[in-house]
């Protein structure tokens, strides 16, 4: 079956460290990636897509790869800040088609 | 405003009683989807769009009925509302091969 898994467990890291968040994917030949952050009470907001032939993209402090082999995408967050504090989602388009399926997230909490 | 528009933002309905989820998006995208999300299980496609009069299952589609007979309404009806279906739900919209952009949720309880 298909399964997107995102790292249950919360990650805690220092103001200013960088935070890498780890999506892992089976059973899908995604044309493409999304990241997704969410906060309490609010609906997803899209962060980042990368396409299956590109190996890296960044935006801002953001950082994101994508390796089809591994089946992985590596999020990283440079310079982390305590407002970056929130859930962040992993999606995948179906093998069906368009819509995206999305893994069940990884809270990230920075400190001061 | 421009935007994706949810409504209502919370609604509590019996058992048994039909309800109705509105969206509502105002840049002309082609696709549209609706999801649930629960603890344990995350975001869940329930159905989903590709333009006015196309409409597509998603992964949990039993019990929920849709409609798009304009492009830029969505609206989702729960037939018969059980407990299970008791849920944050999600509207979203995005044009191809784009990030989706979110409503802002409705929260339904069902008693």
Known sequence: ?112 | DAGITQSPRYKITETGRQVTLMCHQTWSHSYMFWYRQDLGHGLRLIYYSAAADITDKGEVPDGYVVSRSKTENFPLTLESATRSQTSVYFCASSGQNYGYTFGSGTRLTVV
């Open chain 1, 1 to 112: 079956s298909q399964k997107i898994e995102q790292n249950s467990e919360a990650l805690n890291i220092q103001e200013g460290k960088t935070a890498t968040l780890t999506c892992n994917y089976t059973n899908y030949s995604p044309a493409y990636l999304q990241w997704y952050r969410q906060d309490p009470g609010r609906g997803p907001v899209f962060l980042l897509l990368i396409r299956e032939n590109e190996k890296e993209k960044r935006k801002e402090r953001l950082k994101v790869t994508f390796d089809t082999t591994l089946k992985q995408s590596l999020f990283h967050i440079t310079a982390s800040q305590p407002a970056d504090s929130a859930t962040y989602l992993c999606a995948l388009n179906s093998n069906s088609g368009y819509a995206l399926n999305f893994g069940k997230g990884t809270s990230l909490l920075v400190t001061p």
